[in-house]
């Protein structure tokens, strides 16, 4: 049989899942509104997914340029054109963007 809890330990119980719920919930809307984001930029930019270089050179999804591309990884550019590299770059390079914000 289990011991019954005390008025202290039901409170901590309690703070810990309201702590817990309240940094997940957070997190799970910052990375929902992030994928919102990133994907109007997708839509906007290559919205075909085209694998032609941009006029600039640009590639993918996001439409990189190589500079920008650079700036978060040493993976070779033409990797730009898969989708799932390309998001990883995207996340990488919206994290810095809010970081200069």
Not at 39 to 49: G, Q, S
Not at 70 to 87: C, E, G, K, N, V
Request: net charge positive.
């Amino acid at each position: 049989m289990r011991t019954p809890e005390s008025p202290f330990q039901r409170l901590v119980r309690s703070l810990g899942a309201i702590l817990f719920a309240c940094c997940f919930g957070a997190t799970a809307a910052h990375a929902a509104g992030r994928w919102a984001t990133l994907e109007a930029i997708h839509h906007l930019e290559n919205p075909r997914n085209l694998t032609r270089p941009g006029p600039f050179g640009e590639l993918g999804a996001y439409q990189f340029r190589v500079t920008t591309w650079r700036m978060h990884t040493s993976i070779p550019f033409s990797q730009a054109l898969d989708r799932r590299t390309s998001d990883i770059i995207a996340v990488q390079h919206y994290e810095w963007l809010k970081g200069k914000l």
